[in-house]
């Protein structure tokens, strides 16, 4: 674990706050759970229920988030590895959102992109899209490219869907 940033690995005394890997653990986020990989503490599995009301409720979609060795001075990488039909996240799973990349911040943490890609998921914007075509289809014809997503989500964010962790994402 050596070159971990303090605010990753310190172990904190009962009555200092815990570290963002402990919080992630034992505060978790509603809809999300997060685990640091055994090998790579760097690397966290994350799962990303679909919130209600949206395209996307009822599916579970994993994701990889990766500190790089700047973090917390340069963002997460974070990626989707189900398959997700969304104007803001393209075929490979990269995610178009601003804290990700332009209006990151070290005062920024973990929880706070993972809150920001739910609500991503809560709101598509298909006015700043990574996925042209998906964002077209968006603005075409809403209500169709709703129900392609509900379709995407029955299909590949399934629990019971042998898809739902497979690495191609996108259309």
Same mark, same amino acid.
């Given at each position: 674990?050596?070159?971990?940033?303090?605010?990753?690995?310190? %172990?904190?005394?009962?009555?200092? +706050?815990?570290?963002?890997? =402990?919080?992630?653990?034992?505060?978790?986020?509603?809809?999300? !759970? $997060? !685990? +640091?990989? &055994?090998?790579? @503490?760097?690397?966290?599995?994350?799962?990303?229920?679909?919130?209600?009301?949206?395209?996307? &409720?009822?599916?579970?979609? /994993?994701?990889?988030?990766?500190?790089? &060795?700047?973090?917390?001075?340069? @963002?997460? /990488?974070?990626?989707?590895? !189900?398959?997700?039909?969304?104007?803001? %996240?393209?075929?490979?799973?990269?995610?178009?959102?601003?804290?990700?990349? &332009? /209006?990151?911040?070290?005062?920024? =943490?973990?929880?706070?992109?993972?809150?920001?890609?739910?609500?991503?998921?809560? $709101?598509?914007?298909?006015?700043?899209?990574? @996925?042209?075509?998906?964002?077209?289809?968006?603005?075409?014809?809403?209500?169709?490219?709703?129900?392609? @997503?509900?379709?995407? !989500?029955?299909?590949?964010?399934?629990?019971?869907?042998?898809?739902?962790?497979?690495?191609?994402?996108?259309?």
């Amino acid at each position: 674990m050596a070159g971990l940033p303090r605010r990753i690995i310190k %172990v904190h005394a009962s009555d200092t +706050p815990l570290n963002e890997t =402990q919080r992630l653990l034992q505060e978790p986020v509603p809809g999300i !759970t $997060a !685990t +640091p990989d &055994e090998g790579n @503490a760097r690397y966290f599995h994350v799962y990303i229920g679909g919130p209600k009301d949206s395209p996307f &409720e009822g599916g579970t979609f /994993k994701l990889e988030l990766f500190l790089p &060795e700047e973090y917390p001075m340069a @963002a997460p /990488k974070v990626r989707f590895m !189900t398959r997700i039909y969304h104007p803001n %996240v393209d075929r490979l799973g990269r995610i178009c959102l601003d804290i990700l990349k &332009e /209006k990151w911040s070290p005062a920024l =943490q973990i929880r706070t992109v993972l809150l920001s890609i739910q609500a991503l998921l809560s $709101a598509p914007n298909p006015d700043d899209p990574l @996925a042209n075509d998906v964002a077209e289809q968006w603005k075409k014809s809403e209500s169709a490219a709703i129900e392609t @997503a509900r379709a995407w !989500t029955r299909m590949y964010a399934n629990c019971n869907n042998d898809h739902r962790h497979s690495s191609s994402t996108g259309v």
